[in-house]
């Protein structure tokens, strides 16, 4: 297959061109020249927009997948952090269980209304608590100051997120 250009990648990929260019600009793929003022890229680009994809289903941030794909070369996959990504996704499908049973429970329940259904109130006690909650980013301030988002903020800007 030859090289192709920017309208052929996300034609072939359903990446649009914008997403391939700001792609580009973090990073995560890297085009091979260009042809007149549109970007040519080598066919191997599918597998990586297709592992930026998995990455992003999987719920990493486009900083870690660019962790783990750098310019050139071979996936630098670190088995640690998916393990931790598995571990954090058994926890959100543990939460959306519950919320989901909790939602089909109230939805079947004899009582004349779900505020009279104790099971439902349970939930809805548990729910004022924060227990279905998805976890709170929590940052340390070394890594906040790394990234950028501190000066960012002090500037009055923001900073993008992955």
């Known amino acids: 297959m030859k090289n192709l250009d920017i309208a052929a990648a996300a034609r072939g990929s ?6 391939l260019r700001f792609y580009e600009e973090k990073g995560l793929i890297a085009s091979i020249g ?5 970007r040519l890229f080598d066919p ?4 990586r927009l297709a592992l930026i994809a998995l990455g992003r ?23 640690d952090r998916l393990r931790a990504k598995a571990e954090e996704l058994d926890r959100t499908i543990q939460r959306l269980t519950a919320m989901r049973e909790g939602l089909r429970h109230a939805a ?5 209304h ?3 259904c104790p099971t439902f109130r ?6 004022g608590a924060g227990a279905f909650e998805p ?5 340390k301030a070394e890594e906040v100051a790394a990234s950028g988002l501190a000066s960012a903020s002090r500037r009055g800007g923001s900073a993008r997120r992955g």
Not at 57 to 79: C, K, N, T, V
């Open 14 to 19: 359903g990446v649009p061109a914008s997403t």
């Open 122 to 127: 349970r939930a809805v006690r548990l729910a």
């Open 135 to 139: 976890p709170k980013l929590v940052f």
């Open 114 to 116: 779900p505020m009279d």
């Open 34 to 38: 260009r042809r007149g003022l549109r």
């Open 44 to 47: 191997e680009i599918f597998e």
């Open 57 to 79: 289903a999987a719920g990493f941030a486009l900083d870690e997948i660019a962790e783990m794909l750098p310019a050139s070369g071979r996936p630098h996959i670190d088995r």
């Open 108 to 112: 079947a329940c004899p009582a004349p």
